[in-house]
């Protein structure tokens, strides 16, 4: 069974630090892409970022979190990575983990083979 399990979120004061973590288990297979996603209360869910597996090479398609998110792997593959810095109430949201399996990268659309139940962020001011 495939689980992606996001641990690491909590409650910070604006520029303050978190790191995320999203441990992938039940795949024999290593993933062409995973992300970090991110939704707050009464908002869609939007893409933070993205890092292809095998080369490491890392998206960000949102501006606002440029220079202050930075998504990473460790060297098994297997577990995902959100550091999370100068972090602003804005930045409040529930955090998700996401994995596809095989190109092309569907991320950038909202699509995923698999997801992880999320992880709470809240940044008070």
């Known amino acids: 069974q495939v689980q992606l399990v996001e641990s690491g979120g909590g409650s910070v004061q604006a520029g303050g630090s978190l790191r995320l973590s999203c441990e992938v288990s039940?795949?024999?297979?290593?993933?062409?892409?995973m992300g970090w996603f991110r939704q707050a209360a009464g908002k869609e869910r939007g893409v933070v970022g993205i890092?292809?597996?095998?080369?490491?090479?890392?998206?960000y398609p949102d501006d606002s979190v440029k220079g202050r998110l930075t998504i990473s792997q460790d060297n098994t593959k297997t577990t995902l990575y959100l550091q999370m810095n100068s972090l602003k109430p804005e930045d409040s949201a529930m955090y998700y983990c996401?994995?596809?399996?095989?190109?092309?990268?569907?991320?950038?659309?909202?699509?995923?083979?698999?997801w992880g139940q999320g992880t709470q962020v809240t940044v008070s001011s």
């Open positions: 996401a994995h596809v399996r095989e190109a092309p990268c569907t991320l950038s659309r909202g699509i995923a083979d698999y």
């Open positions: 890092i292809y597996t095998a080369g490491g090479s890392t998206f």
């Open positions: 039940g795949i024999n297979y290593r993933s062409y892409c």
